[in-house]
């Protein structure tokens, strides 16, 4: 019986209805299932090889747009050159879009088939690139490890070099970052072997991402000279041989953690502004929204609160829109920030709680950024208990200084509210394992801690010297957001020693720096605590003034919260 008629008898026992173009549709899947199982394997092999190749010249100028669908004829078909070309088409088709599970999927089987097939060298390490940068993209951090270390074991099969570096290049990445298998020791012996392997093979764009793995790993914890000296050395090499997107990474990251560290506040503005540029360019999203983020961070720290704005929002909107938690969870907690110091505290606790929601899921060093951030804030409300939840995430030993110490600190802050100040002062002890002067991610929690600690056991000469010092450092670095905190425990200090001169040059120049910054959080705080030294010291008028700009502020504040805070907030306010 010829096909027409077969088909026309499908139709008249309603097991097919004809579509347009002599296409046919089962009408119930069920009919479609039995079909297919009915069919032999080789035979059912055999009808995808021929529909794949079908497709393949029906639509020669299309097999781009229909690569996934080829991918999956082939994929039955068992055919191997056939996987290799469409699921690698597809998955590169996905990932533009990031469809991360389905590029994943394609990956997968576009690299079985390219281990299959013995693949050379070049084509193995894309695809294995590609999809442990899939894995990383969903925050899947021990799938990608595996996925690269099973690169190494191929290299030893087939004692090559070169995929050994390789493969060596990509977990080191993933140890000198903040993911949570982040391992400063096992990050320097994998880039240790990876520099010798890249010189030994003159491979200058593998010494080029060494060099940056080790900006990474002297960066985040605490070393931001060596920083500097491995990051201009990987940017020299990367701009030597013209290799733009190392150039991009080494940029981002020797604008945060080199530049930014050692006070090179042009530098550090330049290097993130050419990142970004170049981020733009390759149309790389996850990096841009990354680079975003980190310059709206930086902008914080210098007091420009209005450009961290504009920066976190793009960060946010880039984000969301590839589904990066990284990126929304990062952008979302220093937006609660600034909106913290704007005085707007109700927009600010929702943006913090959802900032903290979201990079909890992530696993990473972030979730700790974003707890100290939040439990900080519910302090300035009143919310103890919640805030001292919150920061538990603290008591993991964290091996990154630029988020442990703020963490720690916050947490012995929580600790001290409490009612235990000797378990506060050995935790804010622990806090700070390095010199105190060491830049830290957030000097808002350590600053605080260290100032009501400190005079609440009697140290006042103590917290005048620590805030001096660190006055001084930070006005040395640009970073204007924190210098009215340091100033105003200063003034406070300075005060009970009976400086009085002093105390009020303090308290004046705390002002003049929340006032710069446009800090309402801080205002609030240095006119009360101006206004009863001044009432202390018989300048009753004078008094007067700054309580009733205190009160203004305090008044603001609150209509921002709702009314569950409100009452918690207003007793804060009655410390001071």
């Excluded at 032999?40 to 097999?63: M, S, T």
């Excluded at 087939?158 to 570096?165: K, S, T, V, W």
């Excluded at 957001?481 to 009020?504: E, K, N, P, T, V």
Aim: glycine share 6%; with cysteine; proline share 2%.
């Amino acid at each position: 019986m010829e096909l027409a008629a077969l088909l026309a008898q499908l139709e008249r026992n309603q097991l097919v209805r004809a579509l347009e173009q002599n296409e046919y549709l089962f009408k119930h899947a069920l009919v479609q299932d039995t079909a297919y199982a009915s069919l032999l394997k080789n035979e059912r092999k055999r009808l995808h090889r021929a529909i794949g190749k079908a497709l393949e010249r029906a639509e020669p100028n299309a097999q781009n747009e229909s690569a996934a669908l080829l991918a999956k004829h082939f994929l039955e078909a068992g055919d191997d050159a056939e996987i290799l070309m469409y699921a690698t088409r597809a998955g590169d088709a996905e990932a533009r879009i990031f469809a991360k599970a389905e590029a994943l999927e394609h990956y997968r089987a576009a690299l079985d088939a390219a281990l299959r097939l013995d693949s050379e060298r070049e084509t193995i390490i894309a695809l294995v690139t590609k999809l442990g940068r899939m894995y990383e993209l969903r925050d899947e951090y021990t799938r990608a490890l595996e996925t690269y270390r099973g690169l190494i074991e191929l290299a030893r099969e087939r004692n090559d070099a070169r995929l050994e570096l390789a493969g060596l290049l990509l977990q080191a990445v993933l140890r000198a970052t903040p993911t949570a298998l982040f391992d400063p020791r096992r990050g320097r012996e994998i880039c240790d072997r990876a520099l010798a392997l890249a010189r030994a093979l003159k491979d200058g764009a593998a010494e080029a991402k060494t060099l940056w793995c080790l900006l990474l790993l002297n960066g985040f914890t605490g070393n931001a000279r060596a920083a500097v000296e491995y990051g201009e050395q990987s940017l020299a090499l990367a701009r030597q041989l013209n290799l733009k997107m190392q150039s991009a990474y080494t940029l981002n990251d020797l604008a945060n953690y080199g530049y930014f560290a050692v006070g090179q506040s042009e530098k550090s503005r330049a290097a993130s502004a050419a990142a970004q540029a170049l981020w733009r360019d390759l149309e790389i999203l996850p990096m841009l929204a990354d680079n975003l983020n980190s310059a709206g961070v930086l902008e914080y720290c210098w007091g420009d609160y209005a450009r961290a704005q504009v920066l976190s929002d793009q960060a946010l909107e880039i984000s969301e829109r590839i589904g990066s938690l990284w990126g929304q969870g990062l952008a979302r907690s220093f937006r609660g920030l600034r909106l913290i110091e704007a005085g707007a505290y109700g927009r600010a606790l929702d943006e913090l709680r959802r900032g903290y929601e979201i990079a909890r899921q992530t696993g990473t060093g972030i979730a700790l950024i974003a707890a100290t951030n939040l439990a900080l804030a519910y302090t300035f409300v009143g919310e103890i208990e919640l805030g001292y939840r919150v920061i538990q995430i603290a008591q993991a030993e964290i091996e990154i200084p630029l988020y442990r110490a703020p963490a720690k600190a916050a947490l012995a802050y929580l600790v001290f509210l409490r009612g235990e100040p000797e378990r506060a002062q050995s935790i804010l002890q622990d806090a700070h394992t390095h010199a105190q002067t060491e830049l830290e991610f957030s000097y808002m929690p350590s600053i605080i801690v260290q100032g009501e600690i400190g005079l609440a056991r009697g140290r006042a000469a103590q917290v005048v010297e620590y805030m001096e010092t660190l006055a001084a450092y930070l006005i040395q670095l640009g970073l204007e957001s924190f210098i009215a905190d340091a100033d105003l425990y200063r003034g406070r200090a300075l005060a009970r020693l009976r400086h009085f001169a002093a105390a009020r040059a303090a308290f004046e120049r705390a002002q003049s720096y929340a006032a710069r910054v446009g800090s309402r959080r801080a205002l609030w705080q240095i006119y009360a605590r101006w206004s009863q030294f001044e009432r202390a010291q018989k300048n009753v008028e004078r008094a007067n003034e700054l309580d009733a700009r205190a009160y203004t502020l305090i008044d603001s504040i609150a209509a921002t919260l709702p009314e569950e805070y409100r009452a918690g907030f207003l007793l804060t306010t009655q410390r001071e």
